[in-house]
C-alpha cells in the first residue's frame, strides 16, 4: 500500500457506499482524513469505526448538504478554518432522483449535487490544493462519474434544469458527462499554469451499495435485482483508491479511468467548445463571481 502519512484527504459522500470503502482504504494507508456527509450521527459513528478498525486517529468529519451550493460554501469555509493543506480532493457525492426535485436554491437537484457541487467545492478549495502539491508529489483531485455518461449524446444546455422533459436516468447520464468534461477542462486549466496538481475521472462500475434507494419501491427492487451482478463497495472503491494514493499516476492528469486503468470516454465527453461552455455556465450558476455576504 502507498503511504498517506501527512496527506490530508477530503471525500465527500464518505459515510456509505464506495465513500466509505475509499475511506476505509485511506485511512489504512495512514492519510489524514476529512470525511463529508448529510448526516452528522452517522459522520460520528463512521468516525470511529474507522478509527477503530485502522487505528489511524486522524479522522474528521464535516457535514454538509452537497445539493445546496450555500452549504458547500459553508463546507469550504470551515474546511479552511480547520486546515492548510488538502493534498487529494475526492469528489464522490451523488444520487439518481426518480421524479423531479427541486431544491430550495432552484436547482434540478441530479444537477446540483451530481455535478455542481463538484464544480464548486472543487473551484473554493482550489487554491488551498495548489498549494499543497509540489513537482515531486502533486497534489490530486479524483471525480467520481459513470458509464453511464455514453448514454447521453450532448449536454442539452437548453434543457440543464430539466424543466422541459424529466427522466431520471437520463439526468443522472448527463450529470456524469458533465463530470467528465469538468474534470478534461479542469486539468487543461491546470496544466496551461503548471500547477503541481492533477486532476483525472472514473466509472467504478456497477455496485452494490444503497445507491437507488431513495426512489420507491420499483427502483429499490431493480436495485435489488442487480445486487448479485454488482461489485462490492471495495471492489467499487479500488479505481478510486488508485487515482487517489498510486505513484504509478504521479503525473497523469486529465484521463478517464476504467478498473484503474486508461480508458476512452464517449465522443461527447470530447468536445472541447462544451467543456467552455459547461465551465461558464456551471460559473453562473453556482454565483462564483459573486461577492458572498460574510
Avoid: C
Avoid at 7 to 16: E, K, W
Wanted: without cysteine; aromatic residues 6%; positive net charge.
Amino acid at each position: 500500500m502507498a503511504d498517506l502519512q501527512g496527506r490530508i484527504t477530503l471525500i465527500t459522500g464518505a459515510t456509505d457506499g464506495i465513500g466509505r470503502a475509499t475511506a476505509d482504504a485511506l485511512a489504512r494507508m495512514g492519510a489524514q482524513l476529512v470525511l463529508v456527509g448529510r448526516s452528522a450521527e452517522k459522520g460520528a459513528r463512521v468516525v470511529d469505526e474507522i478509527r477503530a478498525a485502522s487505528g489511524n486517529p486522524h479522522i474528521d468529519f464535516l457535514r454538509a448538504d452537497l445539493s445546496l451550493m450555500a452549504q458547500v460554501r459553508g463546507l469550504a469555509a470551515e474546511f479552511k478554518a480547520r486546515y492548510d493543506r488538502l493534498h487529494v480532493l475526492i469528489n464522490n457525492a451523488g444520487a439518481v432522483f426518480s421524479t423531479r426535485q427541486v431544491t430550495r436554491e432552484g436547482n434540478e437537484m441530479t444537477l446540483a449535487l451530481n455535478h455542481l457541487s463538484y464544480f464548486l467545492l472543487t473551484h473554493l478549495l482550489l487554491d488551498t490544493i495548489k498549494s499543497s502539491g509540489t513537482a515531486e508529489r502533486r497534489a490530486r483531485i479524483v471525480n467520481v462519474s459513470s458509464g453511464a455518461h455514453g448514454l447521453v449524446r450532448a449536454i442539452d444546455f437548453d434543457n440543464l434544469q430539466r424543466e422541459k422533459r424529466y427522466s431520471g436516468f437520463t439526468a443522472y447520464s448527463a450529470s456524469k458527462l458533465m463530470n467528465i468534461m469538468f474534470t478534461y477542462e479542469l486539468a487543461r486549466r491546470l496544466a496551461a499554469e503548471n500547477a503541481p496538481v492533477t486532476a483525472n475521472v472514473l466509472h467504478p462500475g456497477l455496485v452494490g451499495t444503497r445507491f437507488n434507494m431513495n426512489n420507491g419501491p420499483v427502483m429499490r427492487l431493480l436495485t435489488t435485482v442487480l445486487r448479485p451482478l454488482s461489485r462490492t463497495p471495495e471492489k467499487g472503491a479500488a479505481t478510486t483508491i488508485h487515482l487517489a494514493s498510486s505513484p504509478e499516476v504521479e503525473t497523469v492528469s486529465g484521463r478517464y479511468f476504467v478498473d484503474s486503468h486508461v480508458s476512452g470516454s464517449s465522443r461527447a465527453s470530447l468536445d472541447q467548445a462544451a467543456w467552455a461552455q459547461l465551465w461558464s455556465v456551471s460559473e453562473a450558476l453556482t454565483g462564483i463571481d459573486v461577492p458572498q455576504n460574510g
